[in-house]
T-cell receptor, first 111, second 114 residues
Framework: TQLLEQSPQFLSIQEGENLTVYCNSS?????LQWYRQEPGEGPVLLVT?????EVKKLKRLTFQFGDARKDSSLHITAAQPGDTGLYLC???????????FGGGTRVLVKP | DAGVTQSPTHLIKTRGQHVTLRCSPI?????VSWYQQVLGQGPQFIFQ???????GRGNFPDRFSARQFPNYSSELNVNALLLGDSALYLC?????????????FGQGTRLTVV
């Protein structure tokens, strides 16, 4: 049973379009991290959100943590081919605790 | 600054063999965690070590073991390899269990069991 559900599993869009990836759970997390992973590589940390309702922006990427700290979303504006990759959300129940990962969302941005 | 380094990058083993994977954390980080990522899935937690002690264990059989050394580097050992052990094994480095949870990953070791 996946504690963190990501949707959609796969997303294919044209360059310039917007996209949103969702990460949902019935559990509360003390923090949630978003990673991007390219084939054959390890996940690269994009952002950590800690406070319920928190919104963080990283250039064209906007991350939101739900008020109840059970869900999160990643929105990409004007996607570029370089945004192609596997996006993973990961939650921690306590500081320094193990990360529970979602199944990932594979994003393909076509030029 | 060197990031998390893992060795080897690729490995092919036969069923029943044993394998040792190695990880060096980011300088100053005292906690190392191991994850298994099967193709098409998100990483699954295997172990967490801090100050040479096991701080957490995931739902993996006893064939999996690990240890952490005084210099905070770590080894993951898997005995009696099965075909299903084929995966990308990831090492994550963090400051420590009482610090924030940001974890930084190495490039992984791709293990293929034939």
């Amino acid at each position: 049973t996946q504690l963190l559900e990501q949707s959609p599993q796969f997303l294919s869009i044209q360059e310039g379009e917007n996209l949103t990836v969702y990460c949902n759970s019935s559990s509360v997390f003390s923090s949630l991290q978003w990673y991007r992973q390219e084939p054959g590589e390890g996940p690269v940390l994009l952002v950590t959100v800690v406070t319920g309702g928190e919104v963080k922006k990283l250039k064209r990427l906007t991350f939101q943590f739900g008020d109840a700290r059970k869900d999160s979303s990643l929105h990409i504006t004007a996607a570029q081919p370089g945004d192609t990759g596997l996006y993973l959300c990961a939650g921690a129940k306590a500081a320094g605790n193990k990360l529970t990962f979602g199944g990932g969302t594979r994003v393909l941005v076509k030029p | 600054d060197a990031g998390v380094t893992q060795s080897p990058t690729h490995l092919i083993k036969t069923r029943g063999q044993h394998v040792t994977l190695r990880c060096s954390p980011i300088s100053g980080h005292k906690s190392v965690s191991w994850y298994q990522q099967v193709l098409g899935q998100g990483p699954q937690f295997i172990f967490q070590y801090y100050e040479k002690e096991e701080r957490g264990r995931g739902n993996f059989p006893d064939r999996f073991s690990a240890r952490q050394f005084p210099n905070y580097s770590s080894e993951l050992n898997v005995n009696a390899l099965l075909l299903g052990d084929s995966a990308l094994y990831l090492c994550a480095s963090s400051l420590g269990p009482t610090e924030n949870t940001e974890a930084f990953f190495g490039q992984g070791t791709r293990l293929t069991v034939v």
